[in-house]
């Protein structure tokens, strides 16, 4: 079985080349150079059904960027013929919660089991694989440059938490004494700082952004 979850904004492909391989991506940026790989068995035999899910009708529709550049990509790069078998994504996967009216995603993941008349289905995985924290530490320093301190409102920006000294130059001490401050830090700080749907995420993000 192959499979990703917790995608709020991001959009989870999946290609199968029939009797040759299943890939599968969690995207949010970089669509040509993943795309192009995740391909290269469908060039190959010359047709691939493709799998959408993931992303929702956010406020700031992050989401629909990052679907139009796969469709986009999907249709001007790639020589294969490519059949889209499911598009969970956007509208289709859009729900407005009742106790606030705030949209969130219905499905944030995808797996498809590995053998003949593949389906997908919706899936958790508790075991986020090897070297959790250095796969993710991009999470943690690829925010923009900042001289003295970072602030973050939370909700309607009643409050506020300033992170002093942030993390704008490589630097090992200063990361090391960064990332001892991550622990510290309320959820609506954790959520504003490193969330692009802070009001659409589960309740395990905050305490995954601090093991990392």
Not at 53 to 72: K, M, T
Not at 110 to 116: I, K, S, W
């Amino acid at each position: 079985m192959i499979g990703s979850d917790a995608a709020t904004t991001c959009v989870i492909v999946c290609i199968v080349v029939e009797g040759v391989s299943i890939s599968l991506g969690h995207i949010d940026t970089g669509t040509p150079a993943l795309l192009k790989f995740m391909l290269e068995d469908a060039e190959t035999a010359g047709v691939g059904e493709v799998y959408l899910a993931g992303g929702f009708n956010d406020d700031d529709h992050q989401s629909r960027a990052i679907v139009r550049d796969i469709l986009n990509f999907l249709h001007n790069s790639s020589s294969a013929k490519l059949h889209i078998r499911m598009a969970a994504v956007l509208s289709a996967n859009t729900d407005c919660r009742e106790s606030d009216n705030v949209n969130v995603p219905r499905r944030q993941s995808l797996a498809m089991r590995f053998g003949p008349n593949s389906e997908p289905f919706p899936a958790k995985f508790p075991d986020k694989g090897p070297m959790l924290a250095l796969r993710s530490s991009r999470f943690l320093t690829n925010h923009e440059h900042i001289t003295k301190s970072r602030c973050c409102w939370a909700g309607d920006g009643s409050k506020s938490y300033i992170i002093e000294s942030w993390p704008f130059e490589l630097d090992s001490r200063t990361e090391v004494m960064f990332c001892q401050l991550v622990p510290t830090l309320p959820d609506e700080a954790i959520l504003r700082l490193w969330s692009t749907s802070p009001d659409a995420e589960g309740p395990e993000f905050c305490d995954l952004i601090r093991k990392v």
